[in-house]
């Protein structure tokens, strides 16, 4: 038997429990490849699933943790072989298959891809899957046709792990980006990765009028609720909002005015089941377009025995910033 460092959500009577603890490489679940997990990260599912305040995890046990970034240690597929780096998000991993918070993972081949040229492991998971979604969101507006010739893009959530990514992209590329944020201490950091107007998040939480004076030819929106709706009644005509989260609610009481007489599009993006050509397509414009040295100030590198504690943090929307799990870091 070969053992292996994991944390371990189980359930009882009693309710949900998490521990760290020796975990059997035969308890694995099916798949092709085996990798030596080098650092994974936690968002806000895995802090859900980790304190047990949403019903992520599907089955139990679990290995909690939707991302890491590792090396191949064995394979029966031809794709890869012992010693390639790669990395994996989405796919229902920590949630229906064993996953990224232990030393090893066993997953399908297909679910993996490549690390990009120029990308650390690290630097990887920095990114994570938070901002393979915000870059999934700018390519939608890009299949869209809107140009930032036309007018200024908004993001709300600004200062959280998907909106600063995309913050950096669309700035990149050239837009004009406004930033709405409910932490004005971050006016600063907001303005380092490219926002040049910082809007007050309490001004969009409450309902608003249908239809607003237009603002905004793009948007990308990980708030949903109220705050979508009052970025929909400012959209421009011809306008697209590319919305992949609902941190201020699932529900959308929002007018289909602005959407019919401003000919709007409402995108929705999700980035569990993309598909491979897309994953690889977005994590080649990551590593090119993404400077990790401006997400590093917000960057907190823990240990695996220190998940269980910031994952309260992170349910609870007390931390700040990007939180990256150093499980075996001297292979980076």
């Given at each position: ?166 913050t950096m992209l669309l700035s990149g590329s ?159």
């Amino acid at each position: 038997m070969s053992f292996f460092k994991a944390l371990v959500i189980d359930k009882s009577e009693q309710g949900q429990s998490v521990v760290l603890r020796d975990f059997d490489e035969e308890g694995l679940m099916e798949g092709d490849v085996t990798v030596r997990v080098a650092y994974s990260n936690l968002n806000y599912k895995d802090g859900l699933a980790l304190t047990g305040m949403a019903p992520v995890v599907k089955r139990f046990p679990m290995i909690p943790g939707t991302d890491f970034a590792g090396v191949v240690e064995t394979s029966d597929n031809p794709r890869f072989a012992p010693g390639d780096k790669v990395l994996l998000t989405g796919w229902g991993v920590g949630e229906k298959h064993l996953g990224a918070l232990a030393e090893k993972a066993r997953v399908k081949a297909d679910w993996l891809i490549p690390l990009p040229e120029g990308l650390s492991m690290l630097d990887a998971m920095t990114i994570g899957s938070t901002g393979f979604t915000a870059m999934l969101c700018v390519m939608a507006l890009e299949r869209s046709g809107v140009k930032p010739e036309q007018g200024p893009a908004v993001v709300t959530g600004a200062t959280g792990r998907i909106s600063s990514v995309a913050t950096m992209l669309l700035s990149g590329s050239g837009w004009t980006v406004h930033a709405v944020t409910g932490r004005a201490e971050d006016a600063d950091y907001l303005k380092s990765l490219g926002a040049v107007e910082i809007l007050a998040r309490n001004d969009f939480i409450t309902p608003g009028k249908p239809m607003n004076k237009e603002r905004w030819i793009a948007a990308i929106d990980t708030a949903g609720s109220h705050i979508l709706a009052n970025i929909l009644a400012h959209m421009r005509y011809g306008g697209v909002v590319a919305s992949c989260g609902a941190t201020a609610g699932m529900d959308l009481q929002a007018s289909v005015a602005p959407i019919i007489l401003r000919s709007l599009s409402l995108l929705g993006v999700d980035s569990v089941m993309c598909p491979i050509e897309r994953r690889m397509k977005a994590w080649s414009r990551l590593a090119r377009e993404v400077d990790v040295a401006k997400l590093a100030p917000l960057r907190l590198v823990i240990p695996l025995s220190a998940v269980i504690e910031t994952a309260k943090d992170i349910a609870a929307k007390t931390n700040r910033g990007r939180v990256v799990v150093a499980v075996n870091p001297t292979q980076d």
